[in-house]
């Protein structure tokens, strides 16, 4: 099993900056991919940012030039750097990993971290 802890979310004004954390412990392989997705009040989980273990990253078009995911491969965290954050990055963010062993896909999930901005 894998367990995913998020951390780092809350409450932040316009234009303000935030950075949400997510440690991964239990049963990781060494190749997999994490990251972010976020769900705002009626509507569907989007992805933010994925980044593969390899370190190749994919963005979401609206949090491009804003929003920056890093990770740190010996800890298993990933990281999401969130500035410049606008009313409607309001949601609550997850954190996931996928991973394939023995050629099966499996996903994991953080328990979520509510993220506000609003002045």
């Known amino acids: 099993q894998v367990q995913l802890v998020e951390s780092g979310g809350g409450l932040v004004q316009p234009g303000g900056s935030l950075r949400l954390s997510c440690a991964a412990s239990?049963?990781?392989?060494?190749?997999?991919?994490m990251g972010w997705y976020r769900q705002a009040p009626g509507k569907q989980r989007e992805l933010v940012a994925s980044?593969?273990?390899?370190?190749?990253?994919n963005y979401a078009d609206s949090v491009k030039g804003r929003f920056t995911i890093s990770r740190d491969n010996a800890k298993n965290t990933v990281y999401l750097q969130m500035n410049s954050l606008k009313p409607e990055d309001t949601a609550v963010y997850y954190c996931?990993?996928?991973?394939?062993?023995?050629?099966?896909?499996?996903?994991?999930w953080g328990q979520g971290t509510q993220v506000t901005v609003s002045s």
């Open positions: 980044i593969t273990s390899g370190g190749s990253t």
């Open positions: 239990g049963n990781i392989f060494s190749i997999n991919a």
């Open positions: 996931s990993l996928t991973q394939y062993p023995r050629g099966t896909r499996y996903d994991y």
